[in-house]
């Protein structure tokens, strides 16, 4: 069984620019969560995706977007970057039917903005 | 306040050491609740899922009192490999299948 990937692993970026982020979920998986984990915070949720669709969003602001595609994999977008967006950004899958919705993350991208 | 609290750590224990966690949440809808571990710099894995009657893994045991929102995991026989971060997550209510972490708990086992 595969687990969740995501690319890059590291990325720098300078504040206004944009950036794409990118998750393979697990096989068997169909949904896709996005967090952010600032130093010494528990990570917070983004938004998740279910059926290419966006289903349920945290407080993040419209220049944080994502998609899923057919195959279930995902991308969050961000534009517009802030220094406060650097963080370390997690991807989890999950099967939508399992009664308990057990969530598992890749090893995240660590986005640092300068 | 905070959806779920966490005790603040860290906390320091020589192996062999029972250490308990404790955490709160603020949402009676909540459904779901899980313990994560982290490493430094690494993802959250999942340690336990916990259910309504608690449940144990080998030296890990997770309790959930829902009338007082309150969740526990117990460590018996620390190792030296359990040192990590402690995550406290409960599902966010109302919003499907979004999870709400707690900031963690810091555990270092000494020899």
């Known amino acids: 069984e595969t687990g969740v990937t995501q690319s890059p692993t590291h990325l720098i970026k300078t504040r206004g620019q944009q950036v794409t982020l990118r998750c393979s979920s697990q096989?068997?998986?169909?949904?896709v969560s996005w967090y952010q984990q600032a130093l010494g915070q528990g990570p917070q949720f983004i938004f998740q995706?279910?059926?290419?669709?966006?289903?349920g969003r945290g407080n993040f602001p419209p220049r944080f977007s994502g998609l899923q595609f057919p195959n279930y994999s995902s991308e969050l977008n961000v534009n517009a970057l802030e220094l406060d967006d650097s963080a370390l950004y997690l991807c989890?899958?999950?099967?939508?039917?399992?009664?308990?919705?057990?969530?598992?993350f890749g090893p995240g991208t660590r986005l640092t903005v300068l | 306040r905070k959806e779920v609290e966490q005790d603040p750590g860290p906390f320091n224990v020589p192996e062999g050491a029972t250490v308990a966690f404790n955490c709160t949440y603020s949402?009676?809808?909540?459904?779901?609740f899980f313990w994560y571990r982290q490493d430094c710099r690494k993802e959250p894995k999942l340690l336990m899922s916990?259910?309504?009657s608690g449940n144990e893994d080998g030296r890990f045991t997770a309790q959930l009192n829902r009338a007082s929102q309150y969740i526990s995991l117990l460590i018996r026989d620390s190792k030296l490999s359990d040192s990590a971060t402690y995550l406290c997550?409960?599902?966010?209510?109302?919003?499907?299948?979004?999870?709400?972490f707690g900031k963690g708990t810091s555990l270092l086992v000494t020899p």
């Open positions: 997550v409960v599902n966010k209510a109302n919003s499907g299948y979004a999870l709400n």
């Open positions: 949402n009676s809808a909540s459904q779901s």
């Open positions: 995706y279910y059926r290419e669709e966006e289903n």
């Open positions: 096989s068997g998986h169909n949904t």
């Open positions: 916990v259910y309504s």
């Open positions: 989890a899958s999950s099967r939508r039917t399992s009664p308990y919705n057990e969530q598992f």
